[in-house]
């Protein structure tokens, strides 16, 4: 590899030929650049900064939205040994000011849909061009008929200068080197296998270091392709995931809550039988992730059918969000590092992610837990989290901000976090953040943030500590309510109170000294960096002011639902944020009152695009204000004609019946096939004694029981020929209290319900009436689950039902790897498990003797044949 991201990249473009390498979309479909152009145009874009007098050491700002020629430039930037300066094009220009002056840039690009462009011209900017990446060619202006420049490798000079958003005050600079980010680039890459096959769609900005590392330069190393979104709206974003048949996307947590919340609607208006049987098959695929391919085939054909995973990274993501996907056998990872890590410090691999889990250490890097004192902290310990590696930046280009950073050669991430006995790392908190009472004692923002958001009663919260009139160190939350879980209130004012006695109630759970002094109710967004984080500084300075008033309710009229438009907004807002249409007035402010922020107001118009069969022209967020001035808005931009029966989806009702006949035999054939696979794929299913099985049934097999799934493991390990004549015996109170549990258990795993609290008479007739049709049976001896996973003591009832049965041998079976895969107690199964069932010597009850001492005698020895086999 060479020492350069740019001389690494261009080598690459010169065998790719005439492929795609990169897509922006646009209103008219995609302009598309090949890798044999994306080198030419990076070499004659690198002979244009040659003319301006960039050179090594240099600084070439990029405050643009993302598109082609914005890594085109970047590339010229670094091959001319300059470092690259990228700024968000939603920074406004004071914020924009004060990087220009500290990083100096010899050169800058400018994108005239940046929100500081304009501002910045007219103080004046130095050398600088202006673009509009959606003409066809934005630099062909300069580039002319200019000759490429060679490709320089020298990796003596800073690839980047990022300056952090920061959530705690001013911004730093953080310089970067091309060894930093190829060393974490290549981690990341070997992490997840990208390959020249895969395609990304990219909504991040680059000027983020997340989206730059592994939205760009992971592709760029292997040759896979990018799409660049033109927008955020859902729908744009669908249509680039479906176009460019995407394998992964790179988003913030918040747009794959509005995915989630869009899908979610979507089902909701299915029949009900059909959405009850959508909730089973989520529940199945939680389990076996490959059948979300087939029983959602759907939802994956929408993404374009080669979705692998999405990667969430900027903050965290809600474990509902995540479990939702999970359902759908989508796969969500979740990383965790920091902008001057370059920046992934820790990421899953795609079979070991989990909800509350940002994954293990890269390949290159050092991840350990501190005391504050230096001291190493062992597995399940909370420390602070401190990183070193290649991937780690040298410091701060300012010195002064490197005093406290940097500790024995490890960088201090300021984070907290616990790393269990996996090497698996959860972060818990931010140290910075720890609030300390004026009684010594610790408050951990973050703890009390969950306790009132799980309430389920508020949109946000956040808590920090101000001081109070002894000069000591109080605890204050703000939180923003959800006006929908209030409907019996009247007025903001009425409002505020109430939702400061739910968060006072949502706190009793914790310790009394954990309790907010001080809660203040607001009804805007809090205010958030780009990647969505609460800026608590600028919340802290709020507060210190002074109290914000609890927003009152405003004198408007009510929104007419006759009239087409009005209604359509009315129901996006019910859909989004859940507020009722008669509680929506012209006057209400979509922040303060009606609680948008950007993406959602992005998802209320694009649920308005869809009552209606025009697309909205770019409504800019900060140039709308209330209702009103929004549906003048959409007035100016809507066609007419409205959609008709768009994205009816219909499914066929299933209605099963509480019998031994045996039904849906090719849909269970099916679900069992891809059952089956999905465990060998995922924890390499190994099945042993299969041989035992070849002399024909009827079978009570008897395996050892220490998770749910047992059930799925066994049925998946039985010849496929067998499988539709084989029940498996299931809680009734577990599998049987709801008909869709019902119907799925009776598709998947043919369960036979089994009354393990009152009739159990009716559950053993049912049994003995499977066996005399022919059937086989998967019965647990040990009644149920282990919690350790150990074997437990096998009862006389599996000898009670192989008592006067003739026909059926009983098949010890062992299980192992399912307790570790699902113990008893967990919500989701964890990935990288080894499964095995073993299948041991049929054995014959015939003459066993109808008699609690003949049940018992059975029951033992089957237990000691299984516990032979572990």
């Known amino acids: 590899m060479r020492q350069t991201i740019s001389a690494t990249i261009l080598d690459l473009c010169s065998s790719r030929g005439d492929g795609v390498a990169l897509r922006l979309q646009g209103d008219e479909g995609y302009r598309a650049v090949t890798w044999r152009a994306y080198r030419e145009q990076a070499l004659c874009f690198s002979s244009f900064l040659a003319a301006q007098g960039v050179g090594p050491g240099d600084r070439v700002l990029i405050l643009s939205e993302n598109g082609p020629e914005w890594t085109v430039a970047a590339l010229a930037a670094m091959n001319r040994g300059a470092t690259l300066v990228p700024v968000a094009h939603v920074a406004t220009a004071e914020e924009v000011l004060p ?25 004046g900017m130095g050398a600088h061009l202006v673009w509009d990446l959606q003409q066809e060619a934005p630099l062909a202006a300069w580039t002319g008929d200019l000759a490429p420049d060679e490709v320089r490798d020298s990796g003596e000079t800073d690839a980047v ?50 989206e730059f590392t592994t939205g760009y330069v992971v592709p760029m190393l292997v040759g896979a392709g990018i799409t660049y979104v033109k927008n955020l709206k859902a729908d744009d974003l669908v249509r680039a995931l479906k176009d460019s048949r995407a394998t992964f996307l790179i988003a913030v947590p918040l747009l794959y809550d509005i995915i989630a919340r869009g899908l979610q609607t979507k089902f909701a208006g299915l029949p009900r039988p059909a959405g009850r049987l959508l909730t089973v098959f989520m529940a199945f695929t939680r389990l076996c992730p490959s059948l979300g391919r087939v029983l959602f085939f759907f939802v994956h054909r929408a993404f374009g059918g080669r979705i692998r995973f999405f990667v969430s990274g900027g903050a965290r993501l809600q474990p509902e969000t995540f479990g939702f996907f999970q359902g759908l056998g989508l796969r969500v990872l979740q990383g965790y590092g920091l902008t001057e890590t370059s920046p992934v410090l ?80 959860r972060i818990t908190g931010r140290l ?27 949109l946000e919260a956040t808590v920090l500590g101000v001081k109070g009139s002894d000069g000591g160190e109080r605890v204050a939350l703000v939180a923003v309510p959800d006006r929908s879980k209030f409907p019996s209130v009247c007025g903001d004012a009425e409002m505020a109170k109430t939702a400061q006695r739910a968060a006072m109630d949502a706190c009793r759970s914790l310790s009394d000294y954990k309790n907010p002094q001080r809660i203040e109710i607001w009804f805007r967004e809090l205010p958030k960096t780009i990647t969505r984080k609460v800026k608590k500084h600028e919340v802290r300075k709020m507060l210190l002011e002074t109290a914000p008033p609890a927003a009152t309710a405003r004198p408007g009229r009510r929104l007419d639902l006759s009239d087409r438009l009005e209604k359509a907004v009315a129901d996006a807002l019910q859909v989004i944020r859940r507020i009722p249409a008669e509680k929506v007035t012209t006057e209400d402010a979509l922040v303060q009152d009606l609680g948008l922020d950007s993406l959602t107001f992005v998802e209320l118009v694009c649920n308005v695009e869809k009552r209606f069969d025009a697309r909205v022209d770019a409504i800019e967020f ?40 045996f039904r849906y035999a090719l849909p269970r054939r099916v679900l069992n096939a891809f059952l089956r696979a999905g465990l060998r794929i995922h924890y390499s299913l190994e099945v042993e004694g299969r041989e035992y099985l070849l002399q024909g049934g009827p079978f009570v097999f008897t395996p050892n029981h220490a998770s749910h799934f047992d059930t799925l493991a066994v049925m998946a390990a039985i010849p496929g020929k067998d499988v539709h004549y084989t029940f498996a015996v299931a809680a009734k109170d577990y599998f049987f209290d709801r008909s869709w549990k019902a119907l799925g258990a009776r598709l998947l795993i043919n369960a036979l319900p089994f009354d393990r609290r009152a009739r159990v008479d009716e559950g053993m007739r049912l049994c003995r009436e499977a066996l005399a049709e022919g059937g086989s049976l998967v019965i647990f001896p040990e009644g149920t689950r282990s919690p350790t996973g150990q074997i437990q003591e096998f009862r006389p009832g599996v000898g009670q039902l192989l008592a006067a049965q003739s026909r059926a041998k009983a098949v010890p079976v062992y299980i192992s790897g399912a307790w570790d895969i699902l113990p008893k107690g967990a919500r989701a199964p964890r990935w990288g498990v080894k499964l095995r069932v073993a299948f041991g010597r049929p054995v014959d009850f015939s003459d066993l003797p109808a008699s609690h001492e003949g049940y018992q005698e059975a029951a033992r020895r089957l237990e000691k044949e299984v516990r032979a086999m572990e």
């Open 432 to 458: 910075k953040d720890i609030i300390v009472t004026p009684a010594g004692k610790n408050v951990y923002p973050e703890e009390v943030e969950g306790a009132v958001l799980k309430s389920g009663l508020f």
């Open 346 to 425: 820790t990421a899953p691999s795609p079979e070991e992610a989990e909800a509350d889990s940002v994954g293990k250490p890269l390949r290159n890097v050092e991840v350990g837990i501190f005391s504050d004192k230096g001291e190493r902290h062992p597995a399940g310990v909370e420390g602070e989290l401190w990183a070193r590696g290649p991937s780690v930046f040298r410091g701060y280009m300012n010195p002064e901000h490197d005093k406290g950073a940097f500790q024995d050669g490890w960088f201090r991430t300021g984070d907290l976090a616990v790393m269990d006995f996996r090497g698996m790392v």
């Open 622 to 661: 900060a140039s709308v204000s209330t209702v009103e001035s929004l549906l003048e808005a959409l007035r100016r931009s809507l066609g007419t004609g409205p959609r008709t029966g768009a994205g009816k989806v219909r499914f066929v009702e299933f209605t099963p019946r509480d019998n031994l006949r």
């Open 161 to 210: 200068l990022i300056f952090t958003s920061g959530t705690t005050g001013a911004p730093k600079a953080v310089p970067l080197t091309h060894a930093n980010i190829l060393v974490n680039a290549g981690d990341v890459r070997d992490l997840v296998t990208v390959t020249e096959k895969d395609h990304v769609v990219s909504v991040l900005p680059l000027s983020h270091m997340f």
């Open 99 to 123: 990087v220009i002056r500290e990083a100096r840039p010899k050169f800058s690009l400018l994108s005239v849909r940046a929100t500081a462009t304009q501002e910045l011209t007219r103080v």
